[in-house]
């Protein structure tokens, strides 16, 4: 009878609902850690767009630590009542039982890893959100992720249907809709060894040997090939940066330590780059954009701490390099139209670094098309530096080009499989650079292993999907891969950042925040993360279509979409 029933219902459902849109829900699995959603070869999760079919609908996507992931909820703005979104908590039979009165700022209880449904909603606050759409700022065009050689390897080992899960959820409108990948020129940290075009013969000023692409970048091209099929990509934008120079060209004829290009060959350097970007296109492979060099700091200051591939600049150096042999070099050729973006390297050097080219030669950012930044220091170095960068150069686009987290000594180095913390970080990065002037946000490796590598330097860190590379039938997506789908999946190219912000936010750190967008096709879309133990209700006032009243579960972030 039972059974009966629900069959009914469910017939019920398929036919008479006719949503147009359809949802493959995650397979969800509980780790210690949290819980990731299970692909194999024949499942994976997908979300197709939701389309908002009349200006009283309103669509809220949400991802909670308790289990939400994309779930979707439709409300009717014109009848008044306040949108809930329905988490586990809200039903668990223990939930009145079991309750205990608690302050939701005593952030120790999160540490102390005490059950959710232990928590009562008695504080529930109600936050007040203004959204004014005529108030505009950046436009946000620029999702991706990175296609090492740790990534390349590892895709390699899974079944095709598999490798195609993780281009499909990763690039297609369906997955969250990636529109740009990076890699690097030659090798990187993220590869079985280190390597560059031309090792041999040294002293080569004829680049002799660099006559067609490596194995490891035909391999690459293959795997992009498919994942614009799989992606339904009409256009993949690429951006390629070098870590470092063959060794011979280097003070310390090394990959690692303390060591520079040699100044008599800067001009093959800047050809070398030349080079690689004639024979990507020759493989119909174009390269959209590439930058002066990966984190060059590394070989000057960070040589105690970094044992990967790198060469050190200094700012003056590199202006000279670019100013007199980069820039014209890219300018005066057939790839003339290719991006340059400038150093590549952690927030701190900003805005110091373009103020010391500048000093070494007037004209040479007059080449950069923009500042590309990495998020590893953060934490500690506010955004005003990156303020003061754009406001030096506001017509210079703004991407972060690598993310990823468990690098440093006080960090579970490598995976830390369902952490929604993890996740968490990458929803306050991501809102805060965005609310920064960022025009679009890059992240490290697409997919890593259960340790987080394989790399030559055994540098192990987490990634939004982790690969099962012992069995290889399985790959799971960390709450990280939703965090960063949540904007770029339902914030497509050309949309412009929109006026949104907490209006009482009692105390600067409440985890609560808020970041709006206009999209082309004219709807909004606002991201509410509720990092909070406890329900939120949000009072939103938009200057064109009124009040709306959302109450959002805890532990839980939101896109939120109207017309
Ligand atoms: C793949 O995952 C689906 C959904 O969990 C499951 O039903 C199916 O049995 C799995 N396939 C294999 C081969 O394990
Ligand atoms: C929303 O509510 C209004 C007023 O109750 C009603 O006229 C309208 O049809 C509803 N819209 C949808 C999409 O249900
Ligand atoms: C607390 O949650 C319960 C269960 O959802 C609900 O019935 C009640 O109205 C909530 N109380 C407050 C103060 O929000
Ligand atoms: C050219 O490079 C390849 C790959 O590194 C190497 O095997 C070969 O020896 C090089 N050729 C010469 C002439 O050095
Ligand atoms: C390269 O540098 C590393 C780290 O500084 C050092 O251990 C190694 O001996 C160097 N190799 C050569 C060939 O000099
Ligand atoms: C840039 O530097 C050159 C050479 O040092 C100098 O001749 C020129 O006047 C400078 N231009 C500006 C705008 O400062
Ligand atoms: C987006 O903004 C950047 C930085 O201001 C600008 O360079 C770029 O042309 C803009 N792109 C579009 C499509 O408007
Ligand atoms: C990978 O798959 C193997 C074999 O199914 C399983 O024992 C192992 O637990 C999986 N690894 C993870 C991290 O789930």
């Not at 309103?58 to 909670?64: F, Q, R």
């Not at 591939?309 to 000279?320: C, E, K, N, V």
Request: one cysteine or more.
């Amino acid at each position: 009878m039972k059974t009966f029933w629900i069959c009914f219902l469910f017939a019920a459902v398929v036919i008479c609902a006719g949503e147009p849109e359809n949802q493959l829900p995650c397979d969800l699995r509980e780790t210690i850690h949290g819980s990731v959603c299970v692909c194999n070869s024949t499942y994976c999760d997908y979300l197709e767009q939701p389309e908002l079919t009349d200006s009283s609908q309103i669509v809220l996507i949400s991802s909670s630590k308790d289990g939400l992931r994309f779930k979707k909820t439709t409300g009717n703005l014109s009848d008044g009542t306040p949108i809930t979104v329905d988490d586990k908590q809200f039903t668990d039979e223990n939930f009145n039982a079991e309750a205990i009165v608690v302050d939701q700022y005593k952030a120790w209880l999160q540490l102390a890893n005490i059950p959710q449904r232990l928590f009562i909603n008695a504080s529930t606050s109600t936050v007040r959100i203004s959204v004014k759409r005529d108030v505009q700022f950046q436009n946000v065009t620029i999702f991706g992720g990175a296609l090492t050689g740790s990534v390349s390897h590892l895709l390699n080992l899974l079944p095709e249907e598999l490798q195609d899960h993780v281009y499909k959820s990763y690039y297609h409108q369906d997955g969250i809709a990636y529109s740009t990948v990076r890699m690097s020129i030659g090798g990187c940290d993220f590869d079985l060894e280190p390597w560059a075009y031309n090792e041999w013969p040294r002293n080569d000023l004829k680049l002799s040997n660099f006559t067609e692409l490596d194995p490891r970048d035909l391999l690459k091209i293959e795997q992009l090939n498919r994942l614009k099929a799989v992606g339904e990509l009409d256009e993949l934008k690429i951006m390629a940066a070098a870590w470092s120079a063959p060794r011979w060209m280097k003070t310390n004829d090394n990959w690692t330590g303390f060591g520079q290009l040699k100044s008599e060959y800067y001009q093959i350097w800047a050809l070398y780059h030349l080079k690689f970007l004639e024979l990507m296109r020759a493989k119909n492979m174009p390269i959209w954009a590439i930058s002066t060099g990966n984190e060059p700091l590394n070989g000057v200051i960070g040589i105690f701490f970094v044992h990967f591939m790198s060469m050190g600049w200094t700012p003056w150096q590199q202006a000279i390099w670019l100013n007199d042999n980069l820039g014209p070099t890219i300018r005066n050729s057939a790839e003339s139209k290719v991006l340059i973006f400038g150093n590549d390297d952690q927030r701190y050097t900003f805005p110091l670094w373009f103020r010391k080219m500048r000093s070494a030669r007037n004209n040479s950012l007059s080449y950069l098309d923009g500042l590309a930044v990495h998020w590893y220091w953060d934490d500690l170095f506010f955004p005003q530096l990156i303020d003061q960068a754009h406001s030096e150069l506001p017509d210079k686009m703004i991407l972060n080009t690598e993310s990823c987290i468990g690098d440093k000594p006080w960090q579970t180095n490598g995976p830390v499989l369902g952490s929604w913390q993890r996740g968490e970080s990458y929803m306050r990065a991501y809102t805060q650079d965005f609310r920064h002037s960022f025009n679009g946000w890059v992240d490290w490796n697409l997919v890593l292993d259960e340790q987080g590598g394989p790399n030559y330097v055994k540098n192990y860190v987490d990634a939004p999907i982790i690969v099962n590379a012992t069995s290889r039938i399985e790959i799971y997506k960390q709450p990280i891969f939703y965090a960063i789908g949540h904007f770029s999946k339902f914030v497509p190219p050309q949309s412009v950042r929109i006026e949104a912000k907490i209006e009482n936010l009692a105390n600067p750190f409440t985890p609560l925040s808020v970041v709006g967008f206009l999209r082309p096709d004219g709807n909004v879309a606002l991201i509410i993360y509720n990092g909070q133990n406890v329900p939120v209700d949000v009072a939103l006032s938009d200057s064109q279509r009124g009040a709306i009243n959302l109450r959002l579960p805890p532990r839980s972030w939101h896109t939120v979409l109207y017309k």
